[in-house]
């Protein structure tokens, strides 16, 4: 991890390919720069991220949790929609579901979260958003 960290700050390609247990490290690493508003440095790690062996779908929903996290609802939402427009499942309709419960948009939610409900029935965070549009209540993201 920190060899591909002092490659990519220096500017110099990725020596290697980051291997998946190394993701977690980066990932503190990504949100504390994000926490810090260190953004150029965010981008600068992010590639390290993309050479990494964690498979692109799982790319994508970390990098949702992230954006969501920290508030950046246009980044999460586009991290959500590269993957529904790949193959959807219920994990990336429900990211889209939060962003939307973020975004003051309760229709958008509930079509998001019914979406997600229609793939995976047991889907009890999916229900609850939907419930809680469904009955007028505010709805809030985890």
Known sequence: ??????????????????????????????????????????EVMLPALANSDLPTRERRELLGEIYLRHGFLASAAKEWMAVCADRPDAAALLGLARVAVANDQPQDAAVFASGALELESENVAAAEILARVENGRSVTVD
């Open 1 to 42: 991890m920190f060899g591909t960290w002092l490659a990519v700050a220096s500017g110099l390609p990725s020596p290697r390919s980051l291997p998946v247990a190394a993701v977690p490290l980066l990932t503190a690493i990504l949100e504390t720069l994000l926490r810090a508003q260190g953004f150029k440095q965010f």
